[in-house]
Nanobody, 122 residues
Framework: QVQLVESGGGLVQAGGSLRLSCAASGRTFSRYTIMGWFRQPPGKEREFVAAITWNGISTYDSDSVKGRFTISRDNVNNTVYLQMNSLKAEDTADYYC??????????????WGQGTQVTVSS
């Protein structure tokens, strides 16, 4: 069974930074596994944030996070990171790690983490 475990969420002031981590365990992900992040703001639907392929090609939700967030991955340790800088109040959300064969704005992989809460105070 695959497990995705997120960490790194918390409370931060606007303009600050956080780094989220997602550790995958239970099986070795193949080169076809894409890992990504989604978020769900309070009272809203879950939305795509960023995704990254095995060889480091990344995509972002350009309207909201590009230029401020950076996704990266460590294939040896099956871990994906989301570095979040210049945080805004509207970044407040539960952030979820996702893994699968195809991840993007309107598609997600099979495996989900339990989520980590990020709260940005203005």
């Amino acid at each position: 069974q695959v497990q995705l475990v997120e960490s790194g969420g918390g409370l931060v002031q606007a303009g600050g930074s956080l780094r989220l981590s997602c550790a995958a365990s239970g099986r070795t992900f193949s080169r076809y596994t894409i890992m990504g992040w989604f978020r769900q703001p309070p009272g809203k639907e879950r939305e795509f944030v960023a995704a990254i392929t095995w060889n480091g090609i990344s995509t972002y939700d350009s309207d909201s996070v590009k230029g401020r967030f950076t996704i990266s991955r460590d294939n040896v340790n099956n871990t994906v990171y989301l570095q979040m800088n210049s945080l805004k109040a509207e970044d407040t959300a539960d952030y979820y790690c996702n893994a699968g064969s195809d991840i993007g704005p309107k598609k997600f992989g099979f495996y989900w983490g339990q989520g980590t809460q990020v709260t940005v105070s203005s």
